[in-house]
C-alpha cells in the first residue's frame, strides 16, 4: 500500500499538535487561577483559597508535565517532518521559538519546581512570587508561539531571497498583521477553558454536597470572569474575523461556504459544502447574515471561493463545520456565563440544580472550542504552509512514508496511553478534592506536590475504601 | 575585523548541548539506575533527589534543538531527518519517562508500569542521543543541502558503540549525583555503582578513541599531525587524570568531588569530539559557516541569547540553591 508522504506528515503533526494544545490551554488558564488564589488567600488570610490553590496545583503538575513533554516532540518535529519548511522559514520563525525558550521555557520550569516542590521549604511569599512567574511564564510562552504561528498566517517583514525568507524588520515580524487578534483570542480562550473546567468541578461538588465552601467559592470566581471573558470572546473573534478578511479571504470564504463574489452573503447555520460541485447542498441560511458580519453592510459583498481555483482553496468542509462548532460553543458559553451570574445575582445560583448539572457536564467545552477553532485557522491556511510563501506539499522532510507513517502510529498509541491515564489521574484527584490539609508539613526537604495525594490513596486503600 | 556570527552561535549551541548532557544526563542516568533497585522507598528517595530539577534539566535540549534550528538551519534540516528514526524514538521515550515522574506519585496498582516507563524510557532516550551522537561523527549524506541518505544510515556498530557509551555515562552521572544527594543504603550502592560505571565509561571512551581515528583519516589528520599533536596531547592526560581523581574520591567516601569529576571527565570527552568534528557541523560536508541562518537571524537572536544566558544561568543557581541538601529515604511522606 502507498501512503501520501505530505498526507501522512500532516496527519502526524495535526495529531501532535492537537493533543500538545489541549494541556497548555489549561495550564494558561490555570496558572493564573492558582497565582489567583495564593494572592487571595494572602490578602484575606482565609484558609479555603490557599487549599483550593494546592488542590489545582496537583492537577496543574499533571498537566503542565503532559503539555511539557507533548511540546518538546513539537520542536523536534519541525526538523524530522518539515524539514524544507526549517529551511524555508528558519531565519524568521527560528528566533521567534528560540525566545519562547529563553524567554519562557526557563522561567516556567525554574519556579515550577519552587511552586510544586517548595511548600514548607521556601517562604510564603516566594511560594506565591514563583506561581505568578509560571503564570507570567504561560502567557509569554504564547506571546512566541502566537506570533510565530501568525507569522505563518500573515507573514510581514521579510523578503524573499533564492526562495527563503530573509527578516528585514522584525518588529514587523513579531507584530505581524493577524498577531494581536490572535494572541487576544487564545490566550482569552486559555482562561475560558480553565474558568469553564473550574466552573463544572465547582458545581459538581455542590451537586454531591461536598466541600460547600471551596466549591462555592470556585464557582463564583468562575462566573465572575466568564460573564466578562465569555462576551469579550465573541467581540475578540468577530474582530479577528474581520482581520482574516482582510488578509486571508479565501479562508474566510471557506469558513462560511461561499462561492461567489457576487452572490449574496448568507450565513449558512447548516450546509453541506459540494466541492467538487462548487455549491451548498441542504443550506440553511439566515439571508445576508455573513454579510453583515463580516463587511456591516446588509449588501456588502466579500471575495468567493471562485476567485481561487481548486488547487488554492482550502478544505471547505473542515473549515466550515470547525467554525461552526466553535461558535456554538462560544455563544453556550456566553448563555452559561450570564444565565450564572443572574442567577449569582438572585442568590439561588448554588439552589438551580438544572443549571449546576448542565455546566457539572461542560467542563470539556472550552477544549472542544480551542481545537475547532485551530483546525478553521489551520486547515484553513492551507494548502499554504507559510500564506503565499511555501506550500505544504513542497515543505515535508526527504524521508519516507512508511517512517513516517510508522512513527504516526506509535504516537498514536503512546499518547493514547498517557491521555487515558493523565485524565483517570486529574479525575481521581478531583474526585478526592481539595480535603486535605491546608500547609503541608514542613518536611525540610524536597517534597512532591502529589504527596498528599497519594497519601490519601494510601488511606483510601487501607481503609477499604 | 568582523565578528564571526557563526564561529559564536557554534560555541552557544556547543553550551547548550554541553549543559543539556550534563543536566539531563544525571536524571536519565537515575531514570536508568532505578532499574537496579527493588525498595519502593529508596525509589522514591532516588526520584525525589531530581523531582524538582528535570523539567529544568530537559529545557536545555529544547534551546539545544532551537538554537541549532536558529543558527544553523542548513544542519538542522539536515540532521532531524537523517536521525528521523532515533530522534522521533527519543523523544517518545521524553514523552513516556516525563509523565512517569507525576504519574507514580499518583498511581496506586499501576505505580510499577510507571517505573518501568521512568527506567525504560531514560533507557531509550540515553541510547538514541548516543546513536545520533555516533551517526553525527560518521557524518551524513548529503545533496543540494537536502539528506541524500536512507532512515537506517545511521544505524553501525560505531553508533551503537556510541550509544552504549552515553548511557554508561549517564549512569555514572546519575550515580555520582546520589552520591551527593542521598545518604543511607542508596548513596552506599550509587558509589558503588560508579565505580564499576567508572571502568565501563573509560572503555567506552578508549574504545571511540581508538576506533575514530583508524575509521574516519579526517579525525587521524586531526589528532596526529603535527604540529595538532603537540597542542593535543594534554587532552587525554587530562582524562586519565580526572578518571584517577574521580576514582579515588569514590574510594575516600567523598561526596562533591566524584561528582565534579564525573561532570568534568563529559566535558573533555566532548573537547575531544569537537576537536575531531570542528570546523563541520555536520561532517564530511558541511561546516558551521556553510550551515548558517542569515547574519540578521544571527544577529538578532544573539542580542538576546547574551542577555538571557545569565539570567538563565542564574534560575539555575537559584532551583539548585533552594533544593540543596540530601535527600533522605521516606522523607515526607509517610
Not at chain 1, 304 to 332: C, H, N, W, Y
Request: net charge neutral; with cysteine.
Amino acid at each position: 500500500m502507498e501512503f501520501d508522504p505530505v498526507l501522512i506528515a500532516r496527519l502526524q503533526f495535526a495529531f501532535t499538535v492537537t493533543f500538545h494544545i489541549i494541556f497548555p490551554t489549561f495550564t494558561i488558564g490555570l496558572s493564573a487561577y492558582i497565582a489567583t488564589l495564593l494572592v487571595m488567600g494572602m490578602v484575606t488570610g482565609r484558609e479555603r483559597y490557599q487549599r483550593l490553590a494546592q488542590f489545582w496545583t496537583r492537577i496543574f503538575a499533571v498537566s503542565f508535565a503532559m503539555g511539557v513533554v507533548s511540546g518538546v516532540v513539537l520542536a523536534y518535529q519541525f526538523g524530522t517532518n518539515w524539514s524544507r519548511f526549517s529551511v524555508v522559514a528558519g531565519n524568521v520563525i527560528g528566533p521567534l521559538i528560540g525566545y519562547e525558550t529563553l524567554t519562557a521555557f526557563f522561567l516556567e520550569a525554574t519556579f515550577l519546581g519552587v511552586m510544586l516542590f517548595g511548600w514548607g521549604r521556601v517562604p510564603a511569599a516566594l511560594q506565591l512570587f514563583s506561581a505568578i512567574m509560571v503564570a507570567v511564564g504561560t502567557v509569554i510562552s504564547t506571546f512566541w508561539i502566537i506570533a510565530a504561528n501568525s507569522w505563518m498566517q500573515t507573514p510581514d517583514g521579510h523578503q524573499i531571497v533564492d526562495g527563503i525568507a530573509v527578516p528585514l524588520d522584525w518588529w514587523a515580524i513579531i507584530f505581524n498583521p493577524s498577531f494581536p487578534y490572535r494572541f487576544a483570542h487564545m490566550l482569552n480562550a486559555a482562561y475560558l477553558t480553565a474558568a469553564f473546567v473550574v466552573l463544572a468541578v465547582g458545581a459538581r461538588y455542590i451537586l454531591a454536597e461536598r466541600h460547600p465552601d471551596q466549591a462555592r467559592t470556585m464557582m463564583r470566581m468562575a462566573i465572575w470572569l466568564l460573564a466578562i471573558l465569555a462576551p469579550l470572546q465573541i467581540l475578540l473573534g468577530d474582530l479577528h474575523g474581520l482581520n482574516t478578511l482582510k488578509h486571508q479571504p479565501i479562508k474566510i470564504a471557506a469558513i462560511e461556504a461561499h462561492w461567489d463574489t457576487s452572490g449574496p452573503g448568507n450565513f449558512h447555520v447548516f450546509a453541506w459544502p459540494d466541492e467538487e460541485a462548487e455549491l451548498n447542498r441542504f443550506a440553511i441560511s439566515i439571508p445576508q447574515g455573513a454579510s453583515l458580519i463580516l463587511t456591516h453592510r446588509l449588501n456588502g459583498q466579500f471575495l468567493g471561493l471562485k476567485e481561487v481555483p481548486p488547487q488554492d482553496r482550502p478544505s471547505v468542509k473542515t473549515a466550515f463545520f470547525a467554525f461552526r462548532i466553535m461558535l456554538a460553543i462560544g455563544l453556550f458559553m456566553v448563555t452559561a456565563a450570564l444565565v450564572g451570574a443572574w442567577l449569582m445575582w438572585r442568590g439561588v445560583l448554588f439552589e438551580t440544580r438544572w443549571y449546576l448539572r448542565i455546566v457539572a457536564n461542560s467542563w470539556w467545552i472550552g477544549f472542544v472550542a480551542v481545537i475547532a477553532g485551530w483546525l478553521v485557522t489551520e486547515s484553513g491556511r492551507q494548502p499554504w504552509l507559510v500564506h503565499r510563501i511555501l506550500r505544504t506539499a513542497d515543505a515535508v522532510s526527504p524521508v519516507t512514508a512508511a517512517s513516517v507513517a510508522i512513527s504516526l502510529a506509535l504516537f498514536v498509541v503512546i499518547y493514547g496511553i498517557v491521555f487515558t491515564a493523565g485524565i483517570y489521574y486529574i479525575n481521581r484527584l478531583i474526585t478526592r478534592g481539595p480535603q486535605g490539609r491546608a500547609v503541608e508539613p514542613s518536611a525540610g526537604v524536597p517534597t512532591r506536590p502529589l504527596s498528599a495525594a497519594h497519601d490519601a490513596g494510601r488511606e483510601a486503600l487501607a481503609s477499604g475504601g | 575585523m568582523p565578528i564571526d556570527l557563526p564561529l559564536i552561535w557554534a560555541a552557544i549551541v556547543g553550551l547548550a548541548v554541553a549543559m543539556y548532557v550534563i543536566l539531563d544526563g544525571f536524571d536519565l542516568g537515575i531514570g536508568v539506575l532505578l532499574g537496579l533497585t527493588e525498595r519502593a522507598s529508596e525509589r522514591d528517595q532516588m526520584v525525589n533527589s531530581i523531582a524538582p530539577l528535570w523539567d529544568g534539566n530537559e529545557t536545555w535540549l529544547v534551546l539545544g534543538g532551537g538554537a541549532l534550528w536558529v543558527a544553523f538551519p542548513g544542519a538542522y534540516s539536515v540532521i532531524m531527518p537523517a536521525f528521523y528514526v532515533p530522534v522521533i524514538a527519543m523523544l517518545l521515550a521524553l514523552v513516556f519517562r516525563g509523565v512517569a515522574f507525576e504519574f507514580r506519585g499518583l498511581a496506586v496498582a499501576g505505580k510499577s508500569f510507571w517505573d518501568f516507563a521512568l527506567i525504560g524510557g531514560s533507557a531509550l532516550a540515553a541510547l538514541c542521543q548516543g546513536a545520533i551522537l555516533g551517526g553525527l561523527i560518521q557524518g551524513i549524506r548529503i545533496e543540494n543541502g537536502a539528506y541524500a541518505g536512507g532512515a537506517f544510515d545511521w544505524a553501525t556498530p560505531f553508533a551503537a558503540l556510541c550509544a552504549l557509551g552515553v548511557l554508561a555515562g549517564y549512569t555514572l552521572l546519575g550515580a555520582a549525583w546520589l552520591v551527593l544527594k542521598t545518604d543511607g543504603a542508596v548513596a552506599a550502592r550509587a558509589r558503588g555503582q560508579a565505580k564499576m560505571l567508572l571502568l565501563v565509561v573509560l572503555a567506552f571512551m578508549a574504545a571511540v578513541s581508538v576506533w575514530t581515528p583508524l575509521a574516519f583519516e579526517r579525525i587521524a589528520e586531526r589528532w596526529f599531525a603535527t604540529p595538532n599533536i603537540f597542542y593535543l596531547w594534554p587532552v587525554p592526560l587530562a582524562t586519565a587524570l580526572t578518571a584517577f581523581a574521580c576514582w579515588r574520591a569514590l574510594d575516600r567516601g567523598h561526596e562533591v568531588t566524584p561528582f565534579l569529576a564525573a561532570i568534568a571527565l563529559f566535558l573533555l570527552g566532548y573537547l575531544g569530539l569537537v576537536i575531531s568534528v570542528f570546523p563541520y557541523l555536520v561532517p564530511p560536508d558541511l561546516t558551521i559557516w556553510q550551515a548558517s541562518a542569515t547574519p540578521a537571524t544571527q544577529e538578532f537572536m544573539l542580542v538576546g541569547t547574551l542577555a538571557l544566558l545569565p539570567i538563565i544561568l542564574g534560575y539555575l543557581v537559584f532551583v539548585y540553591w533552594i533544593f540543596r541538601g540530601k535527600v533522605r529515604e521516606g522523607d515526607s511522606y509517610h
